[in-house]
């Protein structure tokens, strides 16, 4: 026998003063009991019932085949209590207490667990309620839905078989809907149906109700449990919860005539945020014939012609349920012969550009402050929604089963366009007028004029911090990636799905907000900057701490980032600017030298390219901070490793093609992620450091002469020891302090360092010494504090999130335990050597609520993150700045 | 002008009570400084002088061009105290006070910085002495080296300019040493020498004995920052040091007639040990003359014929240094007419044979206790020199200029062989009885029966934890790796060495221990295992804490890490065990398994063999530990990449050659050290998992049967969440119980796990709710700590190491900063989860002296290294223990 491990397990509500819970116990109540409680509490009209606590989860399922003697009790007292208040008793046919059975996590899982309705109903009850004429038909409808329900959730008896029964009796009297079946079909159906759980169950539906209420709350508790219950909380990655409640509530019935009806609403509409009830109708029917899609609903507005006091009476209740948990609501409410119940009530979902606007307007009308509108109305991912165009309807592609496949969100938003299979085709196909996909396994730098000239990019490798993907994200460009079930031949031009074989030029729609692939052509509408956008995010500015930047690199992503409100650039990453068509050859030519003074001589003719290239980024920036990353990626990332393009750079360089090839196989490394790269080059050819800190400093003088009040920070990659960064300062400030001297002019000298080395955060007390800021580069951090390669992950990842042994993807949610700490301890470290160190972000982590959320915990000073994500990582911040200050949604987390 | 920063700057020595230094103060005396202090302390015969402190360098080098006033005041009043302890003035030309001018730092520089010698020598002085006539030629030969000593060494005059005017007077005479030339002669040259002293400097030779003095002095501070004593001490990664000391000290001659001489000597033979004086003795000369070579000495023992008194009085000496310092002595004296002086003494270097019997006999001889013995007269290395055998004469060789190059000195001992180019011509040369030196660019497990075939391994790239090197120290066998100035040619089988081609068959001789490659075969002498070995090793087992394992995947292999006195297992690597003969076919079975059924067929045949493994290695190691690690690398390493071999492995499996390559591309990974290996197998393919428990219990069971009281430790590689050490302990704990359950008997239950992973070590408290023990992987734990891929390091740790980056490879020793904190962060939160946790390392770092004392630091409870390395790692644990303990060796750490 399990030990009673808790005191209170039955809480009671009702709308007359006996409730005992409310919407802040969810994680005992469940979300719907502690939203069913609320409403009692407050007096709004909810069937009286009562919540068994997820406390009893684990108790009642280690209890084996039933339910603990002080439960059993516990039901009992309820029962009773709930008899009185109802003036009804279980059993009794004249007056018969009839119940809903519902299960409740604290967090929603749609249609994973198990309800039974109408339970009570027995033999003696319903011939008793079929004797008044008025009821006979509700009664038989009732009764063969209960043994349905009862049958398939509490004896596992196949929904199929009953399902049959029905069936059988429409073809026999030629009807094709439930509504058309007579009081009498419907007891012939129900005697039907007992006979089948007979022959599966082996022994009659009990005849007591208690056994069935004990029954059906064991089977709720059970469902918790059950396999696809157990799958999706894997894949959801949902830990911490207690189990499931039981809620236990008195019926009322839709179905007793054209008095009744159901409904579910939204109280403003979800796809828009317009203000005025949105939702659907059915006159005499049970909730679940709305969901079943049987009958066509009205709008819900037709109340107001039906019964007209009724639907002002919902109106008030719809504008008092949103003052009081302070959002847009989604509700289910019956109507019992003109009488009206509510019998839920959540948060709605709602788009991204709704849910600003609700928010909005929820201030304006004076229900909800600033700081409630920020924390709790808008999700950051909605804020993203905002900025992108997205699909016109996305049901209607899912719907019609347009959906090819499934990737990963890489970077969000719709694009519609022609797939192609290389770079080049991109290009020339884009120069053409065309809209174009571009499809490949996976891309790199060499790719990245042909990524600039699509719509969006769909990849089959790679993850969320792969190359197309961080590309992708810092321009605004729709990408998914990883998406392994197509097969992409590039060589032929074909991508092929199964048995299905796509050529080049089909007409594809990607949606980077969703993942899905989807065949053909669909209809988009547009980014919604709007006046509510803007007022929302003003909001958002005045509650967070932490710093918003950008990683940009080129002036118009700068300009991008900084309409969005990013206060400077958090990471240039230098070596993008080498890829262009005028610098990616003397970059090569810097690579195959052979000698210092053919680096050299290599190098001076980058340097007035780099130099550009940063008074364009000073310029766009104005008076806020610029980092500069210097050069950081293995030099065999710049050479061509196929023989054609290696002898077109042969030629372009008048060398011997063996040059180049010799070259390529000897920057050849084993894990060039942990090679010769980062600040290891900048040391080892210090020449390059010397150019690139020139360009930096030349451009931060011009741009000064131009008037800009310029603010440069020179970032030194991959430092894991502080003699490293004393070095590379040495030469930075060294170049610095040439130019000032041969232009007649300083400009703020600030040089830092990337800390994504383990080794770098835990020696950060020396590294401090040598540095004016951290950046964390979470990225390379992440792969290096749990040993994974970012490019081969995807072999044991998807299985490592199935089985639960990782909660997230790290690359995508900064690991708040390892990585975190060794943020924190980095942080503690550097501002101990230096009270003034600022610290930063500038991984892909930048954008990610949640990272952001642990951002702030750990007190960096900004977080940096592709332009679009700007706003979204405002909102973040502000809502991470909110939630440290305490309080919470009334109706729990999103 | 510098503050005067510390009071005390001028130490006097004098064998009569005056001495002001000891030899525990070499931090400001310098090594050679404290022990003439110390000798003098005891009354040993030391010409008097004084010792300016190391703490003077920085402020008399920030000074500018001339000493401060202080120091002058200073030096003033040791000159007056020195002619009064001598009866000698400076400048005087009846009694004049000769001095030597040498630098000392704490750490010995070998020819790094500079000495002047027969300072005080002047015109006036010169005529005096010459006047007598027995000192004429004394006079006039002393007079020549002071001025090319001077000139040299304070002002920069070459060298080379001076010798000429000497070659010039041999010439004219027809005779062809110094020492043929007369008094008149070397007045000549000393004339000569004057002039052009004054031609290059631009002045005369100061007269003033002081003013020589004070410019010697700054001379030889300044020769601390000489561009080749900053050089050596980056390349030595010297650090922490004051600077030099400067050491005057009275002169006295070797070179004054028949009554005179000089001497080396060490206290007893330093090639055998053996006792008894051993060194060179050259009657009528100086110091340096023995250095340059140019008469040929002749034997110590002489003394005994030229002057017997002498020669008792200088046994009794050296008896007295060696019970005083407790250290066989290497000495310099000198006898001036008669009388004799000691001018520095210092512990001898020595082979590892006979540092072993040395220690072994002076603790017979009662002069050291066996804690001084182990603390401070046989370093680790020395043992290694033991175990295996050597050249006969290193000397030979390297006079010979036989030396081809130097590589990394990756497994010591010498070898001898023929090279050859595979491992399959190695396998077939040795069948034939050929010994073999197996030459590759880098190795590879396919490599793996060509190496153990071979005398030697010699690579052109990889460090000193590549395979090679990883492999070889496992079986003791010599290797050297990295020596990058060879090109190795394996299609055609040729060596290349700048313009030199060797080819197959070419006798080479390599010697672990240096590095060195040398060309011929060289004679080697046999490992010394004597008695005075086990004595020594059995001392310092009495004064270890730390216990020492070895890493061993073969049953051969364990014998001799038990022989060498193990006592364990820390570390069998399973997947050595896959490349055998009967095993990689089903292994490459398991890896083209395109289904579960298909990969447990696969496993199903290594079972037994994998078992038969386990049960060899219980069987070898008794009641002691055997630790065995899961399945480790990435699975392409056991599929070949070239097409032939594919074809092979497709014919011997039956399969086709496409299917065989689509596996190898498909496993290819652009990181593979931070890929799918590890437990990340384990868990995406629990079988694999499965059939090594089961495994190694059904073999840990047949040993108990078999009477052996088997002690499994079962280990899961780089686990970075406790998530996936508790899945892979619930497979590895449910196989046992099935081979209990199957067998009827129980052996001792552990599993732990590999803490290689830097989040692993950071989230220890966690992980070890799963673990009963850590054991270090800090080759991993490196790489990730740092971001060095060790395959790739070589790129720029050769800059990194030269430019004073890094102080040591951090592959080589343990970091004891970065890798250190998170090592010793693990043990605590380890421990404090589970204090019975048993915490030990396996990287390769667990044979490194240095590193044993970082891990006895730690706190961890075993180190476990190669076989090979077992007794030197018994030696560094106790020296770690004893120098925990306190008290230090009186010159000295080595």
């Known amino acids: 026998m399990t030990a009673r491990s808790i005191e209170k397990f039955v809480y009671r509500f009702d709308s007359h003063g006996t409730t005992e819970g409310d919407a802040t116990m969810r994680h005992f109540l469940g979300g719907k009991g502690a939203n069913l409680a609320e409403m009692a509490r407050i007096g709004f009209p909810v069937p009286p019932g009562f919540t068994l606590s997820a406390a009893l989860c684990d108790e009642v399922l280690a209890h084996g085949g039933k339910l603990p003697e002080y439960v059993l009790t516990g039901i009992e007292e309820a029962v009773r209590w709930l008899e009185g208040a109802t003036g009804k008793r279980l059993g009794d046919p004249e007056r018969p207490l009839l119940l809903s059975v519902r299960s409740g996590a604290a967090v929603s899982m749609p249609g994973m667990m198990d309800t039974v309705l109408n339970l009570g109903m027995t033999e003696n009850v319903v011939r008793a309620i079929a004797a008044r004429p008025e009821d006979t038909r509700f009664a038989w409808d009732s009764w063969r839905r209960f043994i349905d ?3 398939s959730v509490v004896h596992n008896v196949s929904h199929h078989a009953f399902e049959e029964v029905l069936d059988d009796a429409k073809r026999a009297r030629g009807v094709t809907t439930d509504h058309e079946l007579d009081a009498e079909a ?17 022994y009659e539906l009990p005849q007591d109700p208690r056994a069935q209420l004990h029954a059906a709350v064991l089977a709720v508790f059970r469902s918790w449990n059950s396999e696809r219950a157990v799958k999706y909380r894997e894949i959801h990655g949902m830990t911490g919860l207690l189990g499931t409640a039981v809620n236990v509530q008195s019926m009322v019935f839709g179905n007793k005539g054209s008095d009744s009806g159901t409904a579910v609403c939204f109280t403003r509409d979800p796809a828009t945020g317009k203000p005025g009830l949105y939702g659907e109708l059915l006159v005499d029917a049970q909730g679940e014939d709305v969901v079943a899609g049987i009958r066509t609903p ?8 039906h019964w007209p006091a009724l639907y002002d009476q919902l109106v008030g209740l719809c504008a008092k349920l949103e003052a009081h948990f302070g959002n847009m609501q989604d509700i289910e409410l019956t109507i019992e012969r003109g009488k009206l119940y509510l019998l839920q009530t959540r948060h709605g979902k709602r788009t991204g550009p709704a849910a600003v606007r609700i928010a909005v307007d929820l201030v304006r009308e004076g229900a909800i402050s600033t700081e409630n509108a920020v924390r709790n109305l808008v999700d ?12 016109a309807d996305e049901g209607a592609y899912r719907n019609a089963g347009k959906v090819l496949a499934k990737g990963l969100p890489a970077s969000p938003g719709a694009a519609v366009g022609r797939i192609v299979f290389n770079a080049e085709d991109a290009v020339a196909w884009a120069a053409r007028g065309e809209k174009v996909i571009l499809v490949r396994a996976e891309t790199s730098p060499e790719d990245v004029a042909g990524m600039h000239a699509a719509k969006g990019i769909l990849t089959t490798r790679g993850g969320m911090t792969s190359h197309a993907a961080v590309v992708a994200r810092g321009w605004g460009r729709p990408c998914i990636v990883g998406c392994g079930v197509f097969g992409v031949d590039e060589r032929n031009r074909k991508l092929k799905l199964g048995d299905r074989v796509f050529e080049e030029g089909e007409w594809f729609s990607l949606n980077g907000t969703s993942g899905e692939v989807v065949l053909g052509a669909e209809p988009m509408t547009d980014a919604t900057l709007d006046d509510n956008f803007q ?3 003003g909001w958002c500015d005045e509650h967070r701490r932490l710093g918003v930047r950008a990683n940009a690199d080129a002036p118009h992503d700068a300009e991008v980032a900084r309409r969005f409100g990013a206060a400077g650039i958090g990471l240039c990453r230098t070596e993008h600017m080498f890829f262009g068509e ?39 920036m104005g008076a806020y ?22 002898l077109e750079v042969a030629r372009l360089l008048h060398i011997p093609v063996e040059t180049v090839k010799n070259r390529v196989e000897h920057l050849a490394e084993s894990n060039p992620m942990l090679g010769h790269r980062g600040c290891r080059l900048g040391i080892t050819f210090p020449e390059i450091t010397e150019m690139q800190a020139t360009a930096i400093y030349e451009a931060a003088v011009d741009a000064a002469e131009a008037g800009v009040d310029v603010h440069p920070e020179v970032m030194v990659p991959l430092v894991g020891t502080h003699e490293e960064l004393a070095h590379q300062r040495a030469v930075i400030l060294r170049m610095a302090e040439e130019v000032f001297t041969r232009r007649g002019r300083r400009v703020p000298l600030k040089v830092g360092t990337m800390i994504e080395v383990p080794r770098a955060a835990l020696r950060a007390g020396e590294i401090a010494k040598h540095a004016d800021f951290f950046s964390f580069g979470t990225n390379d951090l992440t792969q290096m504090t749990y040993g994974y390669s970012r490019d081969d992950v995807g072999r044991f990842l998807p299985s490592y ?48 609520p949640a990272s952001i959320a642990t951002c702030h915990k750990i007190g960096l000073d900004y977080v940096s993150c592709s332009p679009y994500r700007v706003p979204a990582a405002r909102l973040a911040a502000a809502q991470a700045a909110l939630k440290e200050k305490g309080g919470k949604d009334l109706q729990g987390e999103r």
């Open 380 to 391: 950051p991912d909605q804020i993203d929604q905002c900025l992108h165009p997205r699909f």
């Open 801 to 848: 999130l199935s089985q639960g042994i990782l909660p997230v993807d790290p690359f995508k949610t900064l690991d708040p335990d390892g990585v975190g700490e060794l943020v924190a301890t980095a942080c503690e470290r550097g501002r101990k050597t230096r009270p003034t160190l600022s610290l930063g972000i500038c991984g892909e982590h930048g954008g990610d």
């Open 186 to 202: 419907l007891q012939q159906v129900a005697n039907g149906m007992l006979a089948v759980f007979k022959a599966q169950v082996g």
């Open 298 to 305: 009205e709008p819900v507005a037709a109340m107001k012609d």
């Open 582 to 620: 005028d610098r990616i050859n003397p970059m090569r030519r810097m690579i195959v030298a052979e000698t210092e003074t053919e680096r050299r001589a290599a190098l001076a003719v980058l340097l007035p390219l780099q130099r550009a290239d940063f008074l364009g980024l000073f310029k766009a």
């Open 149 to 151: 329900m009862f049958g």
């Open 625 to 646: 901070p610029v980092t500069i990353r210097l050069l950081d990626p293995p030099l065999h990332e710049f050479l061509p490793h196929e023989r054609e393009a290696q």
């Open 535 to 537: 007022t929302f995010m």
